[in-house]
């Protein structure tokens, strides 16, 4: 075992040199070890690492701040979503929990995200746990070659086991996620889910990227065809990025995070971390193949009396995951890097029941729904969703972005428009009526739609556009049920169909007011045509 306290690691930017005992750079089987040993975890029959988070299963949004600097206050979208946090308060905790590191065993990892090298950004992770660091591991890009002595351009630092004292702290709850773009440190406590660390730099290069290098950063997947076409997945947790863009036609680039730079769409990642409930080889072989010695698997049950995974079991969280590294894929292309898209999807997952599975956007329709972002939160992803919850978040990440939606979507029109991209709006939620009485669209139909419109068969089709929300909808698709394509035939009583349609029109028009001031006429003949009540 590497007992590695490295003569070059110098952590005393950050206070804690003085750590009980600090592991630096272990190799996977090192810390799946170590997280065995600290009884962090067990080995599956699979070979994967099981860990439970403890009361954490999801991110807590409304305990994630941004420090209010030089930096940020004049350029983050303070509200709800960004919430404004004191220089002066974020010293007294950070060094509250630097003073708890200080009796503890730490792991430190070097890092970085964004696969192509024009926009790579170096990143140190300390974690006070194994596991978390098996995490960064799978989740971020690994360097060639190691060098502690270069200083990182961020650091994350996580120590679920420091509880903030809210009223002392200025926190909401016990729990706290920090950015501070000064310090660039992000300061993450009182929470195990490894999925603060992934999402916290996220939103750093949500902000850095579109600020500074006019580059789209993404809540998106995205693939690669055997002629080199890529295909980019907008969507939020539960609505089928990672599920459809593990394609074993196409290569995968990544399932979560990217960026859309002058010549390339980039990774920001070097793993992937899927959502396995109810998962089966039969409907995603290739997450299923990529749970083996390696992969990380959060909050899942075992059959009774064995390291069986039981993937149907709920009753920790919905929001089972597995987090492994990118190369578990068979058809992961390495590096993660490919040319500008030619096909957009926006995943929703309508809890009305009333959006086409497939329909083929305008420009400004695109640019309408991409600032809309709307979805139903899938039960699990967020502590407190039980069922799927209506919802619009801007961009299809509005919990990620430190800036104002405009920013993302100027820049997304403008590549649009400069690269003559095709967007479809593609339903992954429900059809023949709303959440509870309708059934989700098969899975089958939706790759087969997606299939037909990467490969052009989709081009030369007859469509039909809806009254309501103007939605061209393809008559025919191969493989697909005629049938299927229009919604409203999916509905026994067309007339319940025609009033849900009038009630989601009417929330996607309430919802786009507060952006509407910001909209080009192009944008707003997008919207949807409606008699809205005095």
């Known amino acids: 075992m590497s007992q590695n306290l490295n003569k070059d690691l110098d952590l005393t930017y950050l206070k804690l040199n003085q750590a009980k005992h600090i592991y630096y750079q272990l190799e996977p089987a090192e810390l799946i070890e170590l997280a065995i040993l600290n009884r962090e975890g067990t080995l599956a029959d699979n070979g994967g690492l099981v860990v439970d988070t403890g009361e954490f299963t999801g991110r807590s949004p409304q305990d994630r701040f941004i420090v209010e600097d030089a930096v940020t206050s004049n350029s ?14 974020f010293e007294a905790l950070y060094n509250k929990v630097v003073k708890h590191l200080a009796e503890k065993v730490i792991y430190v990892r070097d890092v970085y995200a964004c696969a192509d090298p024009i926009y790579k950004l170096n990143i140190r992770v300390i974690t006070e746990s194994a596991f978390q660091n098996l995490f960064a591991h ?26 903030a004292k809210p009223v002392e702290d200025h926190t909401r709850k016990e729990n706290f996620v920090i950015l501070n773009f000064s310090k660039r440190i992000i300061l993450i406590g009182g929470t195990a889910y490894t ?56 290569g995968l680039v990544g399932d979560d995070e990217h960026g859309w730079g002058n010549q390339s769409v980039f990774n920001f990642e070097g793993g992937c971390y899927a959502k396995c409930v109810n998962l089966t080889r039969e409907n995603e072989p290739q997450i299923f193949e990529a749970i083996r010695f390696g992969s990380l698997i959060e909050n899942v049950n075992y059959f009774t009396g064995t390291r069986t995974i039981d993937y149907s079991n709920v ?26 898209p030619k096909n957009i999807f926006f995943l929703t997952a309508d809890a009305f029941g009333v959006l086409p599975p497939i329909s083929k956007l305008t420009t400004g329709q695109a640019m309408y729904h991409f600032i809309s972002g709307y979805t139903a939160k899938v039960a699990g992803t967020e502590n407190g969703i039980v069922e799927p919850q209506i919802t619009f978040s801007a961009c299809f990440g509005k919990a990620f972005l430190p800036l104002h939606p405009a920013q993302y979507a100027k820049l997304l029109g403008q590549k649009m428009k400069d690269h003559h991209v095709n967007v479809w709006l593609i339903n992954t939620g429900w059809t023949g009526g709303p959440y509870g009485k309708g059934k989700r669209v098969k899975l089958a139909y939706t790759r087969a739609m997606i299939s037909s419109a990467l490969n052009g068969q989709l081009d030369n089709v007859n469509y039909q556009e809806d009254s309501v929300f103007g939605l061209r909808m393809p008559l025919s698709c ?44 192009e944008i707003l003949h997008s919207a949807p045509k409606i008699a809205i009540p005095a």
């Open 76 to 89: 983050v979208w303070w509200g709800d979503i960004n919430i404004k946090f004191s220089q002066q308060n």
């Open 315 to 340: 009753k920790k969280t919905e929001n089972t995951r597995v987090a492994y590294p990118i190369n578990f894929i068979n058809n992961a292309i390495k590096p993660s890097v490919a040319s500008i």
């Open 195 to 250: 999925g603060e660390i992934k999402k916290g730099i996220f939103s750093v290069l949500n902000f850095l990227l579109p600020h500074f290098k006019n580059v789209l950063s993404m809540h998106c997947s995205a693939n690669v065809g055997s002629k080199g076409d890529t295909a980019i997945f907008f969507g939020l947790s539960g609505t089928g990025k990672t599920t459809l863009s593990a394609d074993p036609q196409r």
């Open 478 to 521: 191969p493989n697909v049920p005629s049938q299927v394509l229009n919604p409203r035939n999916t509905w026994q009583n067309k007339q319940k169909y025609d009033q849900k349609c009038a009630e989601l029109a009417l929330e996607f028009i309430e919802n786009f007011n507060q952006f509407s001031d910001f909209a080009t006429e």
């Open 138 to 163: 799978n989740l971020f890009l690994q360097p060639e070659i190691v060098d502690s002595a270069i200083p990182p351009e961020w650091t994350i630092i996580a120590a679920p086991g420091f509880k």
